[in-house]
């Protein structure tokens, strides 16, 4: 059997720690909700808020490597609409969301843009639809349906209006992927992922200053905690480890090993927020990561 590549621990390690990461933000939304009667647009504002002095940095620094292609004024709409739609609304649909959902739901409605991905690009590139799709559609909406089914005996009145936030934001990210592959071949993935989330942090914080006063940021030291905390742990390590691990074990195990995301969520979710886990979660969990993996697995390949 050939021994993996030197790095190859390097990168699976650096996958699960991003996949780990990405799903603590659903958790750390939830504990400041749980501190203070914070609005979802305020979090939002201060997890970009920490989070653009990196992005800045290394946007400034990845424009000055070697052999890197000039913007034009295209690139930079493109940049921007897709930061737009793919960090800002998204983002500000699933803090919504979570004011209503709990933690471990919303990572597995999220976790359907595969096949969101899959819906939209033959819908707008004619791509092909196969048998494997289909089943792996149909296998993953039977679980997020078992989820939603277990829920609802537990959930307040407004969760089908959370449910439609993060799936309105799933959504927005899926097209984000769709419209992102010229910009990402053309830019790099670090560069235009730099350049996007300046974009998506402008908006946030646009969007901030003109509806709330600045005494709204009055808040509990504990928000600024956890809000510096969802920058680092969540946002700006998640990104770039993410970039690391695509470069060691290329996209597709990548892909594969943040398939533990939602099982991630989940068990923080138990571990810190007290949710509960119950045979139609654990089952209706399974089906959408065996849909989820059923679409991946051809990429990974």
């Given at each position: 059997?050939?021994?993996?590549?030197?790095?190859?621990?390097?990168?699976?390690t650096?996958?699960?720690?991003?996949?780990?990461?990405?799903?603590?933000?659903?958790?750390?939304?939830?504990?400041?909700?749980?501190?203070?009667?914070?609005d979802?647009i305020?979090l939002?504002a201060l997890?970009?808020?920490?989070s653009?002095?990196?992005f800045?940095?290394?946007?400034?620094?990845?424009?000055?490597?070697?052999?890197?292609?000039?913007?034009?004024?295209?690139?930079?709409?493109?940049?921007?609409?897709?930061?737009?739609?793919?960090?800002?609304?998204?983002?500000?649909?699933?803090?919504?969301?979570?004011?209503?959902?709990?933690?471990?739901?919303?990572?597995?409605?999220?976790?359907?843009?595969?096949?969101?991905?899959?819906?939209?690009?033959a819908?707008?590139?004619?791509?092909r639809?196969?048998?494997?799709?289909?089943?792996?559609?149909?296998?993953?909406?039977?679980?997020?349906?078992?989820?939603?089914?277990?829920?609802?005996?537990?959930?307040?009145?407004?969760?089908?209006?959370?449910a439609?936030?993060?799936?309105?934001?799933?959504?927005?990210?899926?097209?984000?992927?769709?419209?992102?592959?010229?910009?990402?071949?053309?830019?790099?993935t670090?560069?235009f992922t730099?350049?996007?989330?300046?974009?998506?942090?402008?908006?946030?914080?646009?969007?901030?200053?003109?509806?709330?006063?600045?005494s709204?940021?009055?808040?509990?030291?504990?928000?600024?905690?956890?809000?510096?905390?969802?920058?680092?742990?969540s946002?700006?390590?998640?990104?770039?480890?993410?970039?690391a691990?695509?470069?060691?074990?290329?996209?597709?195990?990548?892909?594969?090993?943040?398939?533990?995301?939602?099982?991630?969520?989940?068990?923080m979710?138990?571990?810190?927020?007290?949710?509960?886990i119950?045979?139609?979660?654990?089952?209706?969990?399974?089906?959408?990561?065996?849909g989820?993996?059923?679409?991946?697995?051809?990429?990974?390949?």
């Amino acid at each position: 059997m050939p021994s993996p590549p030197p790095r190859f621990g390097l990168g699976v390690t650096l996958a699960i720690l991003a996949a780990v990461g990405f799903s603590a933000k659903a958790v750390f939304v939830k504990l400041a909700y749980l501190v203070a009667p914070i609005d979802a647009i305020t979090l939002l504002a201060l997890r970009m808020a920490f989070s653009l002095p990196v992005f800045i940095a290394v946007a400034i620094w990845s424009s000055r490597q070697r052999h890197v292609n000039c913007l034009h004024r295209r690139d930079y709409g493109l940049i921007i609409a897709l930061g737009f739609v793919g960090y800002y609304i998204s983002s500000l649909f699933d803090f919504m969301g979570l004011q209503y959902l709990n933690a471990g739901l919303e990572r597995l409605i999220l976790f359907l843009y595969p096949t969101m991905t899959v819906l939209l690009s033959a819908a707008l590139f004619k791509h092909r639809i196969t048998r494997r799709h289909i089943v792996a559609l149909t296998i993953s909406y039977v679980g997020i349906g078992l989820v939603f089914a277990h829920e609802l005996s537990h959930q307040s009145a407004n969760m089908l209006l959370g449910a439609s936030l993060v799936f309105a934001s799933t959504l927005s990210y899926s097209v984000y992927l769709v419209g992102a592959g010229h910009a990402i071949h053309k830019l790099g993935t670090i560069r235009f992922t730099a350049l996007a989330m300046i974009a998506a942090s402008a908006f946030t914080l646009i969007h901030f200053g003109l509806t709330h006063h600045i005494s709204a940021l009055q808040l509990p030291a504990r928000i600024y905690l956890l809000s510096v905390a969802m920058a680092v742990f969540s946002t700006v390590l998640p990104v770039f480890m993410l970039s690391a691990a695509i470069r060691l074990i290329n996209p597709g195990r990548t892909s594969l090993i943040g398939s533990a995301g939602p099982v991630a969520t989940i068990f923080m979710a138990y571990l810190f927020l007290g949710e509960t886990i119950g045979g139609l979660q654990i089952a209706g969990s399974i089906l959408v990561l065996c849909g989820v993996l059923l679409i991946s697995w051809r990429g990974s390949r």
